[in-house]
C-alpha cells in the first residue's frame, strides 16, 4: 500500500484538522461537516494526480483544444453514515463517478472493550475492471475497512483501490496495509499515534458520524 500522509506537510488542510478536532467548534455540526467535505475535495485533488490521463479535443466558440482528462471508471463508496461529508467531498471533484453505500457499524459486546463489526446494508454497481475509492473518515483499528472490502467481493473485482480518511491512527493504518492489495493507494489527512482500550483513536476527534449527524441511540 502506498501511503500519503498530507499532515506532515503545512497546508490549510492543517486548518480544517484543527477545527474537526476542537470540542467548542465542533458544537457546529454544519461546520463540522463542512470541514470533513472541504477535506474530501483537497483529497480528491491529490488522488487526481495519479488518475489515468488521455489526450481529447475539446470544441471552443473559437476553435479546438487538445486536453489531458482523466479517464478512469470511478465507483465512490461511502461508509454509513460518518462517511457521507467526506464522500460529498470526493464526488464535488468526481461529479461523473458511479457511487457505492454501505452500512457498517460497531457492535460492543455486552458494552464491554471487545467490539464486531457488523454490515448490514450495501448498494453498489459492478467493480470489475473499475477504480474503487472507499470513503470513511475514521481508521481506528481497521476492521470496518476490513469488512467493508470483504462485503465488496461479490460485487466484482477492481483494477484499484484508493482509500480516502480524515483521521487514522498507526495500527489501522498497519492492519489496512496488511489487508489490502500491495497497489492499494491510501490518501489521510492525519495519522495519531494510539487507541484506547475502546478502538477509539487517541487523540483523535471523538465519534464522526455523531458530531456530523446527532446522537445515535
Given at each position: ?5 498530507f499532515g506532515?506537510?503545512n497546508?490549510?488542510l ?13 458544537k ?6 463542512k470541514?470533513?467535505?472541504?477535506i ?7 488522488m ?7 489526450n ?8 479546438t483544444k487538445?486536453?489531458?482528462?482523466p ?9 454509513l ?10 464526488q464535488n ?6 457511487n457505492a453505500?454501505?452500512?457498517?457499524y460497531?457492535?460492543h459486546?455486552?458494552?464491554?472493550e471487545?467490539f464486531?463489526?457488523?454490515v ?16 470513511d ?10 469488512n467493508t472490502y470483504?462485503a465488496m467481493?461479490?460485487?466484482?473485482k477492481?483494477k ?5 480518511s ?8 498497519a492492519h489496512?496495509k496488511?489487508?489490502?492489495p500491495e497497489?492499494t ?15 477509539y483513536i487517541?487523540p ?12 445515535k441511540?
Amino acid at each position: 500500500m502506498t501511503i500519503h500522509h498530507f499532515g506532515e506537510s503545512n497546508t490549510i488542510l492543517n486548518q480544517f484538522i484543527a477545527e474537526l478536532r476542537d470540542r467548542n467548534i465542533q458544537k457546529d455540526s454544519m461546520r463540522f461537516r463542512k470541514n470533513i467535505e472541504r477535506i474530501g475535495e483537497i483529497l480528491a485533488y491529490e488522488m487526481s494526480k495519479t488518475l489515468v490521463f488521455e489526450n481529447k479535443n475539446i470544441n471552443t466558440p473559437l476553435g479546438t483544444k487538445t486536453m489531458a482528462l482523466p479517464v478512469n471508471d470511478l465507483v465512490l463508496c461511502a461508509v454509513l453514515r460518518a462517511g457521507l461529508p467526506l464522500h460529498q467531498g470526493v464526488q464535488n471533484y468526481f461529479d461523473a463517478a458511479e457511487n457505492a453505500f454501505i452500512s457498517a457499524y460497531r457492535n460492543h459486546l455486552n458494552s464491554g472493550e471487545v467490539f464486531e463489526v457488523i454490515v448490514k446494508y450495501l448498494a453498489s454497481p459492478t467493480l470489475n475492471e473499475k477504480t474503487l475509492v472507499l470513503i470513511d473518515p475514521m481508521l481506528a483499528t481497521g476492521k470496518t475497512l476490513e469488512n467493508t472490502y470483504e462485503a465488496m467481493q461479490g460485487h466484482g473485482k477492481p483494477k484499484q483501490i484508493h482509500i480516502v480518511s480524515v483521521i487514522g491512527s498507526k495500527e489501522g493504518v498497519a492492519h489496512a496495509k496488511a489487508i489490502f492489495p500491495e497497489n492499494t493507494h491510501l490518501w489521510i489527512a492525519a495519522i495519531d499515534e494510539e487507541l484506547n482500550d475502546y478502538g477509539y483513536i487517541i487523540p483523535g476527534l471523538g465519534d464522526a458520524g455523531d458530531l456530523s449527524f446527532g446522537i445515535k441511540l
